[in-house]
């Protein structure tokens, strides 16, 4: 990675100065890996983080989990989520471990408090410690853990782990992961992910490829084009189980009522996939993805940017936008007292190829 990866993309003034810049590269693709548009350096390679975990999920949905469990589209969605860890989202994970014989002692993620705040203080002031299903990636655990049992490996602490990068599931996921990006599996760089599962770091052209293939996938075989159908059905059906009651990702997809997947990743990652016809009558699938150099700790710039990404590209409207206000693009800077103190706004403007014509 070099200096020149990223180019500044989301400043924020106070006064007349601006007083923080944050950087990043876009990369947009459509399913027949055309670069269509980008901003920085759309080779970058880096983690995808948890919006890999479509993919991570993509090899028990093909293989015919979801069939053999009689899991509903809600559960599935759960496979896919890095969710807040309410009551529902617990109660989703339960309801897919009765089903397919996981225990939540098996799952490996660790624990963490709840991402609901509400759920946090509630438990805090109950004095109740946190388990592992409210981790916001139980529901991929749970999905990997079942993926092992349905066929016959060993997925226990005593055996071989289930999210050991040479157990049998994870050689599965990861081949699957680099034909969606058409990129070889092994140049995958594979580190390990905060919930110690596998996370792979492609060019941000290869997954936002990956997520094009989700969105239109015409040219896929069959089970895998089903399978990239039944993800994004569950997600955008149940676009509050993929996040919870404060994420952008959740308030995103609700607006847009089924036009949009979108998966963000820790460090500043974030992904999002345009269906078809989405810009007009038959425009093609997109992915997007995006990364934010500092990681944006605080979450103020990857909202915005998505959201100017999408206004740029004619693939959000006005009133979607309005809907979505409080994430931006542009929005104010206050202080404790609720003063105006500057503005927070993107700074890039996409580049676009010759092969862009279906775009603005």
Not at 17 to 34: K, P
């Amino acid at each position: 990675m070099t200096k020149s990866s990223y180019k500044p993309i989301f400043e924020l003034t106070r006064g007349d100065i601006v007083e923080s810049i944050h950087f990043g590269s876009i990369a947009i693709v459509n399913a027949q890996n055309e670069l269509l548009a980008w901003y920085g350096n759309p080779e970058l390679i880096t983690y995808l983080r948890s919006s890999a975990k479509p993919f991570q999920a993509m090899p028990f949905v093909e293989r015919g989990g979801p069939q053999l469990y009689d899991l509903t589209l809600k559960e599935i969605a759960l496979l896919c989520a890095s969710h807040s860890g309410t009551d529902e989202h617990v109660a989703v994970a339960q309801s897919i471990q009765a089903k397919t014989g996981v225990k939540e002692s098996d799952l490996l993620c660790g624990v963490h408090m709840p991402g609901h705040r509400p759920t946090a203080e509630r438990m805090i002031k109950q004095d109740i410690k946190p388990v592992p299903n409210q981790h916001n990636c139980s529901g991929k655990h749970t999905g990997m853990v079942a993926f092992a049992r349905m066929l016959g490996q060993p997925y226990s602490v005593n055996d071989q782990p289930y999210i050991d990068p040479a157990h049998p599931i994870q050689k599965i996921i990861l081949q699957a992961f680099g034909e969606m990006c058409s990129y070889p599996a092994s140049q995958v760089k594979v580190g390990i992910d905060g919930c110690s599962a596998p996370n792979f770091a492609v060019p941000l052209r290869s997954a936002a490829l990956a997520f094009a293939r989700l969105c239109d996938p015409s040219m896929l075989e069959e089970p895998r084009q089903q399978a990239c159908k039944t993800i994004t059905q569950a997600m955008t059906s149940y676009p509050e189980i993929i996040g919870g009651p404060d994420s952008f990702d959740t308030h995103l997809m609700q607006a847009t009522h089924g036009k949009l997947v979108c998966k963000g990743g820790a460090e500043g990652y974030q992904a999002i996939g345009v269906m078809p016809g989405v810009l007009g009558a038959g425009s093609p699938g997109l992915g997007i993805t995006f990364k934010i150099s500092d990681g944006d700790y605080r979450g103020r710039a990857r909202p915005a940017v998505s959201l100017e990404i999408l206004r740029q590209l004619g693939a959000i409207t006005a009133g979607e936008l309005g809907v979505l206000a409080e994430y931006g693009p542009t929005y104010r800077v206050e202080n404790w007292r609720k003063l105006l103190v500057g503005e927070a706004y993107p700074s890039f403007k996409l580049e676009h190829s010759a092969k862009s014509s279906p775009l603005p």
